[in-house]
């Protein structure tokens, strides 16, 4: 083995230790954050939040209509409850249940559940705040139609959108007495969808502090003026990051900032595209980083 | 007047700056078409992903076929963040509850924007930050980027996972030589959120 030769193999040998000792670092890293802090849902290093439009079962002025439910009958087996996992049919539900098997208290002689989830007029104003979204029903009855209840250990939980996709304050609630009852909630911090433990059900709809950004005497801000027959009654509010879109066309603001933004994409192209001395790189046959030696 | 001429060496750190500039206004563009609703997140993402594409283009980057060794490294990779998470959250696991049809096309978008910010962060800006301060800055820098180019979107609190995460893509990125391997763990990470 020549000079340059063993040079290259301790190069190679130095390259490779730095990517495993980088490599280990990222592995504690992870392991850590995921034992002292971990995210209230699985991974999120990236990937397509694919959030749609909200969809209203009363749309306020500029908003989506089609809120939609969603019903699902189980058969039961071994006088167990089977698992649950219902969702209305948007592309990010709106609202979801979901139970693991035998979380239900069930009746001797149960053979099925159906689990429906819908979306209904509120019968009900929040004394504090004002609601987010749709008011849903979601009920789970046996063959009979009589209601079962979830097991408190079995952490049945139901999962709410907020419409504003930046909302981090709301909290879900369930229609209790009349009255609206908080619930411990949790963000999961993927398209503004909150998580709640419950083990009754009913109506639940989420509640932001603060009062309705919807102009006062507009349908989704007065329950007085919204309450009608069938299915378009206003469920709430205008979401507050949602285009509200009084008036059509482009606002002044975003046409400036779209030529803003234009010019500085050209000026870094151009940067990028001055001549310069090109050194070829590819996926994977370049000199390892950290080297200027050649791979052979 | 007299043409200002900006000498090589300077054009040459400008590079990751303007670069880093490039991201961040690509990132900036996407949260307000989220956040303003310009258009339905599949185009938005699909709009993103050619972006960051075409910054990684003109900064460049080219596009070839991958080192066959890359491949099991980066599906090793990726397998350990997919394993991570699944130990991380037992019991809390159930099934996709978004509608199958819907799987495709945004396993297709997700796939162009992994692959996309893997490009930029550990391609062309990795290389550049390596060539002037060596692994270390380039390893912490991309990672740095990587972990706040998704806070408009997810919130601070996804900071520390996603700058340990960038370290680990960062590793693989080191170990295997070229940006193939850390785009496969990326993008197949990503892709276990459908079912996790």
């Given amino acids: 083995m020549g000079p340059r030769t063993a040079t290259r193999a301790r190069g190679a040998i130095a390259d490779r230790r730095i990517a495993l000792v980088t490599l280990a670092a990222g592995l504690v890293g992870i392991v850590a ?11 999120l290093y990236d990937g397509v939040v694919p959030v749609e439009a909200y969809l209203w079962l009363n749309p306020p002025p500029g908003e989506h209509a089609g809120a939609q439910g969603k019903t699902v009958t189980l ?7 089977p698992l649950i996992a219902v969702a209305t049919p948007e592309l990010t539900p709106q609202a979801q249940i979901f139970a693991q098997p ?9 053979k099925s559940l159906t689990v429906t989830i819908t979306p209904v007029p509120p019968d009900a104003q929040p004394t504090v705040g004002h609601l987010a979204g749709n008011v849903y029903r979601i009920t789970i009855v046996d063959q009979s139609g009589a209601p079962v209840s979830a097991l408190a250990s079995a952490e049945v939980s139901v999962s709410l959108r907020d419409p504003n996709l930046t909302a981090s304050e709301a909290t879900m609630n369930r229609l209790s007495n009349g009255a609206w009852a908080p619930l411990k909630t949790d963000a999961s911090g993927l398209g503004a969808i909150f998580n709640a433990v419950v083990t009754d059900f009913g109506d639940f709809v ?4 603060g009062e309705s950004p919807t102009p006062a005497g507009s349908p989704g801000a007065s329950p007085g003026a919204t309450e009608s027959a069938g299915p378009t009654v206003s469920t709430g509010p205008i979401p507050s990051a949602a285009p509200v879109a009084p008036e059509p066309g482009i606002p002044t ?7 803003a933004t234009a010019l500085v994409l050209v000026a870094l192209l151009a940067l990028a595209l001055w001549p310069r001395r090109r050194k070829r790189q590819t996926w994977g046959d370049r000199p390892r980083s950290g080297s200027r030696r050649r791979r052979r | 007047m007299t043409a200002v001429s900006i000498p090589a060496a300077s054009r040459a750190g400008l590079r990751p700056v303007a670069l880093a500039i490039g991201l961040v206004l690509v990132v900036g563009l996407r949260w307000a078409a989220t956040v303003g609703a310009f258009s339905d997140a599949l185009t938005i993402g699909l709009a993103f992903g050619l972006a960051l594409l075409g910054l990684a283009v003109a900064f460049g980057q080219p596009i070839v076929r991958p080192r066959a060794s890359s491949i099991p490294i980066g599906l090793g990779g990726g397998a350990v963040l997919v394993a991570l998470a699944v130990v991380a959250h037992l019991g809390q696991l159930g099934p996709s509850l ?25 391609g062309v800006l990795f290389q550049a930050l390596d ?13 740095v980027l990587f972990a706040l180019i998704h806070v408009p979107l997810y919130g601070w609190h996804v900071v520390p996972l996603d700058l340990a995460v960038g370290i680990w893509l960062g ?19 990503d892709l276990a959120t459908w079912w996790l």
């Fill in chain 2, 98 to 122: 978004a509608p199958a049809a819907a799987f495709l096309p945004w396993a297709g978008i997700t796939v162009l924007v992994a692959t996309s910010e893997e490009l930029v962060l550990r």
């Fill in chain 1, 102 to 110: 035998g979380a239900m208290i069930l009746a001797p002689g149960t």
């Fill in chain 2, 131 to 143: 060539r002037r301060l060596g692994v270390a800055a380039a390893v912490l820098a991309t990672s």
């Fill in chain 1, 75 to 81: 058969p039961v087996q071994g006088g167990s409850s």
């Fill in chain 1, 33 to 43: 954050v995921q034992l002292l802090g971990p995210l209230p849902t699985p991974p």
């Fill in chain 1, 206 to 209: 989420l509640i932001e502090p």
């Fill in chain 1, 253 to 259: 603001v975003t046409i400036a900032a779209a030529i």
């Fill in chain 2, 171 to 189: 590793g693989l990125r080191l170990l295997s030589g070229g940006v193939a391997a850390p785009s496969i763990a990326h993008a197949l990470a």
